[in-house]
């Protein structure tokens, strides 16, 4: 299966590229989401998605996820895991729980407690 790895950090991406190639991976890289949807946009294949969730002032991956959900073949199917830095565990499974395509910052809630 394809792995398609979509985050702005360039030397990140390289990197994890490189790791997966030596696994015997497939792998497609792209720096921004503008550039994943043109490169995905007529890919019909299965594939794992690992995307960043936060490119800065650009669109969020959730949206990518949203349009790869929306539009891919494999729409629901795909797993895509997310890569992030930047959000404290408990508050982004919350956010995934609760609304799925909605960027984290948008919630100012709290995460509930116990589960």
């Not at 497609?28 to 550039?35: A, D, I, P, R, V």
């Not at 909605?102 to 919630?107: G, K, L, Q, T």
């Amino acid at each position: 299966m394809k792995v398609i790895v979509i985050d702005d950090d360039a030397q990140f991406t390289r990197d994890l590229a490189e790791l997966l190639r030596s696994e015997n991976h497939a792998c497609l890289t792209f720096q921004s989401t503008e550039e994943a949807r043109r490169g995905l946009a007529g890919l019909e294949e299965p594939m794992t998605v690992l995307l960043d969730h936060d490119f800065g002032q650009r669109e969020p991956g959730y949206a990518l996820c949203k349009w790869l959900r929306e539009n891919h073949p494999f729409g629901l199917l795909l797993p895509i895991l997310y890569l992030t830095g930047r959000e404290a565990p408990d508050r982004f499974l919350h956010q995934q729980r609760c609304d799925p395509f909605a960027h984290p910052r948008v919630h100012d809630e709290e995460p509930v407690s116990g589960g």
